[in-house]
């Protein structure tokens, strides 16, 4: 059962009567059904009643009924109303755009506008790259997708996509200082989103893909690299391998492994697992073993399509076929980017000493995070309420930083397996429970957007 | 020869000896060229020199030119360099994008971004109409381009049409508290110009097409607004339509004449003069006579397209031909959105008495305003440097405003007739000189925003 989060948060406004007993009442009766008090304002003050708004995380719907139910069952407590803070964040959503020239007199307005602005359209006009220098370009990303994998939830479309790319164009802001866009795409066909992505270009500096299906996801990139003259970027696929790569380098200074007598089993082969396994061959492990739902990823399994085919022909040494639990055992490291509750202990005692047991699937991971943690010398997920969440807002904030300044035309694998390191060792003393930067820590975006730049 | 103007400003940083008369000296070397001081500022003081800036108007690059020579020449004078403001000014594009939602805790992160948007998403998917609620959409607008027709500079493309929307997107936000984004299209295919719109409508409120040619400009409008669920106007069209038609409202109130006993001669039947003439149909005007650089405009000219044959079959009542001195004798109202220097004092002295001229050809009129005034009772252009400047900023940030709150899919005449009252009736008592208010007027907006809501 998911423990109460603030993803779930409410804010009830009741009235109590005024006694000294009154606040631990109603926290009493919130404990009591389960839900998570985080704050308590009286809003208003009588002389015999007194109007608090209390705050909780619940786990749901269901919970914020019981909850409303509870604090209604309290002896003269009146519920006025019951908000969900989540919903009241994004009224009228999460983005402004700001004009950052002051248009206060008619001079201002002849620069900015017409007829100032004439020339700088004649300077770009003769020197396209002059884009760069006089306009958003320098500085902005499109956030695109169609919509069609959206978060874990799958193809909501276009519109039910805008709250993740508005969040994402805030987190770019908030730790890398980028402006990023949405540019959420009312179509799911391959060559309409690359053409209208191309005819969109010119007014960007770089290409956040977002939430788009594998394989279709795969073909868009490669081609819109081809393409354009600015960075294309899948965060599904490369923020997640720069992430998990840089606690996969801080998980194995932990446990004193290297990376090339390690083998790894990478589960799901999706975006993200497919860009892991990319991203990990350049640094030689001693073997990689790619699962998925139909069991270990070999070339003679029939039915491969041209991602698995690649997988398939640059893994699995050994040319093994089998199972998720046949994969594991012996196994130095688990990466886990593919659904709930695979595995459980017993796969767990079959790897070898001192297991890397990164799952990372959400909100659920592949194994109970708690039992993973009485067999693994290190676990991570992509939980916020577990040590080593791995959290892509730690690569792609940084990496735009660096793309964007470096007016780099193009990303290299030698830019995101800098970018990777980069993060690793803002950690000076890796342990068992720190083995990534906490998100909040300002030392991170500057130093992957300095790698990247220093690879570009 | 064009007056020196804000729009080619720059600032000289010179050293000059420490004495009574250098600012003096200054100006007056400046002055000698032509030049217009505009301001002048000590940046340093040492014993014997000063270092100061002088900002000043131009002309052109060629008088940046003999002003830095005369300063130069004033004796021990050296100028150290001169930057042009307007460039200045435009380093790193002119907008950026802010998070409206603090992201300082984890909790904040749960909430606009995973896991707590995904309910946003969810709640989207189940009822789409909960885009305009809970996005950006609500409030945001679409500036889009092909860059083929920018400003009065030609098809310039993509990349360097960035400028003029990056300006248009401040004026939404500075005037009309929209937000706007400049969506620049890398393609000047009529289809795929509107199937990219349709592609990117999901997140947007409303569409300002900007700058794009005509005849091409009149079927991408025509098909978007059959296509779309939000409004879309051509600026280029609507915008000036609504302005002159507001002033015009109020050039009649200073002549003593109404709309129906006046015939009209519109000059320039593109995107701006073809939306006039549909906008003043309704109004019932004694004649509309329409000239382009072919003459008079009516059935029986051989290779009318589209556009043209509509004006000819809705236009004209006398059937009549010939040039446009032709069309001026006699007529009321000269409406022209066409060619610099087409007419002088000898066709307008034929007009009937009190003619009002509108000379709006940017950023040398039809006619010159000095000789106009001669002439006609009320004279507008659309420079900042005469009075009545008929300037689009008048309408569409009211106009956006206005359909955003109402949540409007469509535009109709109703809310451009309402919106071009509203502006004329925010000048109280119009005279000659003041048949428009400021773009500066804080009532403007509102008051058209008002309208536009109300005939929604």
């Known amino acids: 059962m998911p423990v109460p989060g603030p993803g779930y ?28 008090v985080t704050a308590l304002d009286v809003v208003e003050g009588h002389t015999d009643t007194l109007v608090v708004d209390i705050s909780c995380n619940a786990r749901g719907e ?48 002849s620069r900015a506008y017409t007829p100032g602005v004439a020339r700088i359209c004649q300077a770009i006009a003769a020197n396209p790259d002059d884009a760069r220098r006089l306009t958003i370009k320098r500085n902005t990303v499109a956030v695109v997708t169609d919509g069609s994998a959206v978060l874990g939830l799958g193809n909501l479309g276009a519109a039910a996509a805008m709250p993740v790319m508005e969040g994402k164009a805030a987190l770019f802001k908030r730790f890398g200082g980028v402006d990023a866009w949405p540019v959420c795409l009312d179509t799911q066909d391959t060559e309409e989103i690359i053409r209208t992505v191309q005819i969109l270009a010119p007014g960007y500096g770089g290409i956040n893909l977002e939430d788009i299906a594998a394989p279709r996801c795969f073909e868009i990139e490669a081609r819109l690299r081809t393409l354009l003259d600015i960075p294309v970027f899948h965060d599904d696929q490369h923020g997640t391998a720069v992430v ?6 801080n998980a194995l200074r932990v446990v004193g492994k290297t990376l090339s007598d390690c083998r790894v089993v990478v589960c799901g082969v999706g975006a993200a697992g497919s860009a892991i396994i990319r991203l990990l061959r350049p640094q030689a492990p001693g073997d990689i073993v790619a699962v998925d739902v139909d069991g270990i990823v070999h070339p003679d399994r029939p039915g491969l399509d041209a991602n698995l085919a690649w997988v398939a022909g640059h893994t699995n040494t050994g040319r093994t076929a089998g199972t998720l639990a046949d994969a594991l055992v012996g196994a130095d490291v688990f990466i886990g980017v593919s659904a709930p509750d695979l595995i459980g202990g017993a796969e767990l005692a079959t790897m070898a000493p001192d297991p ?3 799952a990372l699937a959400n909100p659920d991971p592949e194994v109970d995070p708690a039992v993973a943690l009485q067999y693994a010398a290190v676990v991570a997920t992509g939980r916020s309420d577990y040590p080593n969440q791995i959290n892509n807002v730690l690569a792609f904030p940084g990496v735009f930083r660096g793309l964007l300044d470096a007016h780099a035309r193009d990303i290299t694998d030698a830019m995101l ?29 500057p130093a992957v957007a300095e790698a990247v730049r220093g690879a570009s």
Request: no cysteine.
């Open 356 to 358: 890397i047991v990164f």
């Open 244 to 249: 998990v790569l840089g606690a996969l380098r």
């Open 417 to 445: 397996l800098a970018a990777s390191a980069a993060i690793a060792d803002v950690v000076a003393e890796p342990t068992r429970s720190f083995i990534v930067p906490s998100v909040f820590d300002p030392a991170v975006a």
């Open 9 to 36: 948060a409410i804010t009830a406004r009741v009235e109590v009567p005024a006694s000294a007993s009154a606040a631990g009442d109603l926290t009493v009766a919130v404990g009591r059904v389960g839900g998570v």
């Open 62 to 109: 269901e919970q914020v009924r019981e909850i409303t139910a509870s604090l209604e069952a309290v002896p003269d407590v009146r519920v006025r109303k019951v908000s969900d803070r989540t919903f009241l964040l994004h009224l009228g959503g999460k983005l402004t755009v700001e004009s950052k020239v002051a248009l206060r007199t008619r001079d201002d307005l």
